[in-house]
């Protein structure tokens, strides 16, 4: 199993910039890909970015590419989210994934391990 933690969560303004991080820790070696998801309040958590754990094949969704920037660092088994130009529809608690096995990467269901999330809120 992997320990997923999220921080840097918080509250800006609409233009402003966020800088997630999610630190891992447990059998990291059997990380196969890292993604951040996102749920709104009455809405169905939401997939926002991949990134291979071992490549630097990396996937956005429509409504966020171009702004958000998802990294990692093997080293420190971190994962990061930069998040720029943000609109107050990006109001969420986003959360950290990992996967452990090959699937959809959009597919919250691909997703073994996940953190407890950290809120985001950007106001207009």
């Known amino acids: 199993q992997v320990q997923l933690v999220e921080s840097g969560g918080g509250s800006v303004q609409a233009g402003g910039s966020l800088r997630l991080s999610c630190a891992a820790s447990g059998r990291t070696f059997s990380i196969y890909a890292v993604a951040w998801f996102r749920q709104a309040p009455g809405k169905e958590r939401e997939f926002v970015a991949r990134i291979s754990w071992s490549s630097t094949g990396t996937y956005y969704a429509d409504s966020v590419r171009g702004r958000f920037t998802i990294s990692r660092d093997n080293a420190a088994n971190a994962i990061y989210l930069q998040m720029n130009s943000l609109k107050p529809e990006d109001t969420a608690v986003y959360y950290c994934?990992?996967?452990?096995?090959?699937?959809?990467?959009?597919?919250?269901?691909?997703?073994?391990?996940w953190g407890q999330g950290t809120q985001v809120t950007v106001s207009s």
């Open positions: 994934a990992a996967a452990e096995r090959i699937g959809p990467y959009w597919y919250r269901n691909s997703y073994d391990d």
